[in-house]
């Protein structure tokens, strides 16, 4: 009872964030744009429209001016970002769809993990590349996705990959996936306008004239830089909490613990995508830390495996040879139809 209701306040917890960045982000964007003006107004000597007013002011008339602009620009930029975030994520990593007639076994497994929920099955989507990843994507019920790479599909057997696309459904259920699409979608406006500030910055410095416009300079500076990590942190802070919740899931899901440790043991130092942007990577099942762990977005592999040892009874066994390194008949026995599957289709080649 009490893991359904922390479930539940998981959920509502989400839904509130998503309201909160609707609106912070906009807001964000404003102080921004105030920042923007300030150091406009300092670095030239007069405002940004020419009159002769306070350099102090200048941001604060920017943004009675140009408010409207922002929150509709960021209005628009949402609305274009809903209807075709899909299509942009699948451009991003290289995604295409997966057909049952293709991938029989992984479209079946997934159909089977919905109906056991009464869920309506997502979309299945395939990134051709070596690294062991999946990820799921969309915002509303019409437009979920689960993407999954070849990489994963070549080095999992069957009860794993079951595990990942449990886990991923699980971040669908939990509204996780909504949360994250959102926060890739305004990070990525705020990084845009950011840089376009920034740009602007540069070009005005050297006209910089005045006694107070090195001052006024630096403020602007910092509030940019505040706004841009603020953006960052809020990505950050979309919560590490999610990828023990959805591996709880996974468990959930498909009975089995050890076949999410086992999963997490090939996954782990193989997920890599060279190429995917920084703002997708976040929803990936791994997402390897960068800066010593600074702005990591997961938590560690390590900590994930013994949340599964010590609350779900998994056992962290030794992984089995690869399936190369096994006699036929032995590969045959331990994969089953799945294995054969792998060696002579779309799981291997």
Not at 67 to 74: D, I, K, Q, T
Not at 141 to 166: D, F, H, P, Q, W
Not at 171 to 189: K, S
Not at 318 to 344: F, Y
């Amino acid at each position: 009872m009490a893991s359904a209701v922390g479930l539940q306040t998981h959920i509502w917890n989400n839904n509130a964030k998503s309201v909160m960045l609707l609106v912070g982000y906009p807001l964000l964007l404003i102080l921004m744009l105030f920042a923007f003006f300030a150091f406009l107004g300092g670095v030239t000597g007069q405002p940004y429209d020419g009159t002769q007013i306070s350099r102090m002011n200048s941001g604060l008339n920017g943004v009675r001016l140009y408010w409207h602009w922002a929150v509709g620009l960021a209005t628009a930029w949402f609305l274009i970002a809903w209807m075709f975030h899909q299509s942009m994520i699948n451009r991003s990593t290289g995604a295409r769809p997966a057909t049952r007639a293709e991938y029989p076994d992984l479209y079946n497994s997934l159909e089977n993990l919905c109906i056991s929920r009464g869920l309506t099955m997502p979309q299945l989507y395939i990134i051709d590349n070596p690294a062991l990843n999946a990820y799921a994507s969309g915002l509303s019920e019409k437009s979920y996705a689960i993407t999954v790479t070849t990489g994963l599909m070549r080095s999992l057997n069957r009860e794993e990959i079951e595990a990942v696309l449990g886990h991923e459904l699980t971040h669908i259920m939990n509204r996780d996936v909504r949360l994250l699409v959102i926060g890739v979608i305004f990070a990525g406006m705020i990084s845009f306008f950011a840089e376009m500030a920034f740009r602007g910055m540069v070009h005005g410095a050297g006209r910089s004239r005045g006694r107070n416009a090195g001052g006024v300079m630096l403020v602007a500076v910092i509030v940019l830089a505040v706004g841009y990590l603020f953006s960052l942190v809020i990505r950050m802070a979309i919560s590490r909490r999610r990828e023990y919740l959805a591996d709880a899931g996974a468990v959930e899901l498909t009975r089995n613990p050890d076949a999410m440790v086992s999963a997490l043991r090939r996954i782990s130092g193989n997920s890599k995508i060279e190429g995917a942007p920084a703002e997708i990577q976040q929803m990936f099942i791994e997402n390897p830390p960068a800066f010593a762990g600074l702005f990591s977005t997961h938590p560690p592999i390590e900590s994930r495996i013994d949340a599964l040892v010590r609350y779900a009874g998994a056992q962290d066994l030794p992984l089995s040879a690869p399936e190369a390194e096994l006699p036929p008949q032995v590969q045959h026995q331990q994969k089953g139809p799945w294995g054969a599957l792998r060696r002579r289709g779309p799981w291997g080649g």
